[in-house]
Nanobody, 120 residues
Framework: QVRLAESGGGSVQAGGSLKLSCAASGYIFSECGMGWYRQVPGKERELVSNISRDATTTYADSVKGRFTISRDNAKNTLYLQMNSLKTEDTAVYSC??????????????WGQGTQVTVSS
């Protein structure tokens, strides 16, 4: 059974930093691309960043230069380092695993999400 468990969310002032983690189990971690998405109530889920099996990364324009995605295949863990946070980064952040054509938002497996709140 695949499980993705996010942690590291919380409340921070604008300009601050947080590091999210996503601990994965139930599949071969190194064989899947992974991503971080975020969602604000009433809005569509938004891609934040992807990282492929070979660690190729992509970022949404809104977070480029501020966020860094990484993965540790030995620890089966995905990370998102978020620096210079802005109030508009406030959202529930979810990790996703294993790209698949036709899958909703392009990923098969999803975590429950962790809340990030950035105050001014």
């Amino acid at each position: 059974q695949v499980r993705l468990a996010e942690s590291g969310g919380g409340s921070v002032q604008a300009g601050g930093s947080l590091k999210l983690s996503c601990a994965a189990s139930g599949y071969i971690f190194s064989e899947c691309g992974m991503g971080w998405y975020r969602q604000v109530p009433g809005k569509e889920r938004e891609l934040v960043s992807n990282i492929s099996r070979d660690a190729t990364t992509t970022y949404a324009d809104s977070v480029k230069g501020r966020f860094t995605i990484s993965r540790d295949n030995a620890k089966n863990t995905l990370y998102l380092q978020m620096n210079s946070l802005k109030t508009e980064d406030t959202a529930v952040y979810s990790c996703a695993a294993c790209r698949a054509v036709g899958a909703r938002y392009g990923y098969v497996f999803w975590g429950q999400g962790t809340q990030v709140t950035v105050s001014s």
